[in-house]
């Protein structure tokens, strides 16, 4: 579930719902986050495996998308892929 940080912005009930299903499933269910310290995921912090990611070097960005025209047979110059790396900000998707 994304943004589960947004949760409340209009609804109510919507963190003790979640952690009622949580609860009650053997489904691993994902809650994705911006803001971690919010208080109003007190209750949900308490029942999740809390895992950080940080954003990607430029570097690791550079050895992927390498690895993966290198599979696909693909030939791009190092500082067209620097680049085009800068201008995504680093984001793989």
Same mark, same amino acid.
């Given at each position: 579930?994304?943004?589960?940080?947004?949760?409340?912005?209009?609804? +109510?009930?919507? /963190?003790?719902? !979640?952690?009622?299903? /949580?609860? &009650?499933?053997?489904?691993?269910?994902?809650?994705?986050? %911006? &803001?971690?310290?919010?208080?109003? =995921?007190?209750? =949900?912090? %308490?029942?999740? !495996?809390?895992?950080?990611?940080?954003?990607?070097?430029?570097?690791?960005?550079?050895?992927?998308?390498?690895?993966?025209? $290198?599979?696909? %047979? !693909?030939?791009? &110059?190092?500082?067209?892929? $620097?680049?085009?790396?800068?201008?995504?900000? %680093? &984001?793989? +998707?």
């Amino acid at each position: 579930m994304d943004e589960v940080d947004g949760v409340g912005s209009g609804d +109510r009930g919507g /963190i003790t719902a !979640l952690c009622a299903i /949580i609860k &009650d499933t053997k489904t691993p269910i994902i809650c994705i986050c %911006n &803001d971690r310290q919010s208080r109003k =995921l007190g209750s =949900l912090v %308490n029942m999740c !495996l809390d895992l950080k990611f940080m954003k990607p070097t430029e570097q690791m960005v550079v050895k992927r998308i390498q690895m993966i025209c $290198k599979r696909e %047979n !693909l030939e791009i &110059d190092t500082p067209v892929l $620097k680049q085009l790396i800068e201008s995504s900000g %680093n &984001d793989l +998707r």
